[in-house]
Antibody
Framework: EEQLVESGGGLVAPGESLRLSCAVSGFPFDKVWLSWVRQTPEKGLEWVGRIKSQTDGGTTDYAAPVKGRFFISRDDSENTLYLQMDSLKTEDTAVYYC????????????WGQGTPVTVSS | DIQMTQSPSSVSASVGDRITITCRASQGISTWLAWYQQKPGKAPKILISRASNLQGGVPSRFSGSGSGTEFTLTISSLQPEDFATYYCQQAYSLPFTFGGGTKVETK
């Protein structure tokens, strides 16, 4: 069964760091592209960034609001995706989803259940 | 960035109704568009990709059409489990932006 399970969310103060993890199963992990999407009631769904498979270069792309502060990585030996979030701001407060990207276009065809991140003093 | 604008933002409907949701892109995106359904407390679920390709397991009452800048999601006969919020997303160019959502509510 295809499954993505996020963990690592919580409450942090502005300026601090947090690392989210996403355990992936049911897919050939080393072949899939993966992304992070976040959601708030105010802004709705917001694409955060994605990482290609190592076969396709393992490169990353990020949305402008997080570029230079957030870093996506993957451990193919552990079937795990990561989102390192540094210099957190209050506006990063959201539910964070990891998603698997379809082979037929950069659509998210599988989603995790989400993990909430609150940035507040 | 490509802006995605959905309308209406909410619609009140009854079981059996036919509803149509529109998504407009600020520039042409060919057919690089997906539709998602989200229920409260759950992750979004993909319904349609490439503007009109129904994903496996999605009921045939859902259909999508359009290309370029204007797209529609139609539910031909609304069922109780279809009351949810629907989002479009463009996958044409980075960053992959979403529409603001359309909430389908009970009339």
């Amino acid at each position: 069964e295809e499954q993505l399970v996020e963990s690592g969310g919580g409450l942090v103060a502005p300026g601090e760091s947090l690392r989210l993890s996403c355990a992936v199963s049911g897919f050939p992990f080393d072949k899939v592209w993966l992304s992070w999407v976040r959601q708030t009631p105010e802004k709705g769904l917001e694409w955060v960034g994605r990482i290609k498979s190592q076969t396709d270069g393992g490169t990353t792309d990020y949305a402008a609001p997080v570029k230079g502060r957030f870093f996506i990585s993957r451990d193919d030996s552990e079937n795990t995706l990561y989102l390192q979030m540094d210099s957190l701001k209050t506006e990063d407060t959201a539910v964070y989803y990891c998603t698997k990207i379809s082979r037929f276009g950069e659509f998210s065809d599988y989603w995790g259940q989400g993990t909430p991140v609150t940035v507040s003093s | 960035d490509i802006q995605m604008t959905q309308s209406p933002s909410s619609v009140s409907a009854s079981v059996g109704d036919r509803i149509t949701i529109t998504c407009r892109a600020s520039q042409g995106i060919s057919t690089w568009l997906a539709w998602y359904q989200q229920k409260p407390g759950k992750a979004p679920k993909i319904l349609i990709s490439r503007a009109s390709n129904l994903q496996g397991g999605v009921p045939s009452r859902f259909s999508g059409s359009g290309s370029g800048t204007e797209f529609t999601l139609t539910i031909s006969s609304l069922q109780p489990e279809d009351f949810a919020t629907y989002y479009c997303q463009q996958a044409y160019s980075l960053p992959f932006t979403f529409g603001g959502g359309t909430k389908v509510e009970t009339k």
